[in-house]
């Protein structure tokens, strides 16, 4: 997903269909979201990694709290509501000692594409998870992507692994939500 359709995320975004956890991009001006064009409006399943870290769970709390977006503390800024998240990115890299001015947050956009394409993932799912124009810069022609089923939406999705990110951020969850329990989180 762009930085901003995650950051602007409402928790009615989250949705269910055949059983498959999604999120729905979409404008909303009450809720100060807006897509870059038209056809960043989509379903964009949710990562059986980010299922495994709690994301579910954390969605049942934001909705227990009252909150309407996904991320409360994400306050507006000139760019967006992302803009603090592309800050803090940028302050992680230069932490790391990393130093190409390509490592930007954006990077982990493009990583994905890159991913795709070497798994062979189908044009037009590539396309419809990442919210490209058909025809644009990226090359393929393909209509009706509202028609793809989600299940085929997933099964492109999950050619992206992070296996060994759950496995590092699993003991840290845990922790996290065992000191939330007893209310220390």
């Avoid at 269910?16 to 999604?22: A, L, V």
């Avoid at 409006?41 to 996904?70: C, N, W």
């Avoid at 419809?128 to 644009?136: C, K, M, N, T, V």
């Amino acid at each position: 997903m762009r930085r901003e359709e995650a950051a602007q995320a409402a928790v009615t975004n989250i949705q269910i269909e055949s059983g498959i956890h999604y999120l729905q991009t979409d404008e909303d001006e009450t809720l100060q979201q807006n897509l870059k064009n038209e056809d960043s409006k989509r379903k964009v399943p949710i990562h059986s990694s980010l299922i495994a870290l709690g994301l579910l769970q954390y969605v049942e709390d934001v909705k227990t709290a009252g909150h309407a977006r996904l991320f409360p503390d994400l306050k507006k800024g000139s760019n967006g509501y992302g803009d603090a998240v592309g800050k803090w990115w940028s302050r992680h890299v230069d932490s790391l000692g990393l130093t190409d001015p390509r490592l930007v947050f954006h990077s982990l956009r493009h990583g994905a594409l890159s991913k795709l394409r070497i798994a062979k993932c189908s044009s037009p799912v590539e396309y419809a998870l990442l919210g490209h124009a058909e025809g644009d810069v990226h090359g393929a022609s393909y209509g009706h992507r509202e028609l793809l089923p989600i299940s085929l939406l997933k099964e492109g999705l999950e050619w992206l692994r992070y296996d060994s990110i759950v496995d590092a951020l699993s003991p840290i969850q845990q922790q996290h939500h065992s000191n939330s329990s007893r209310g220390m989180g």
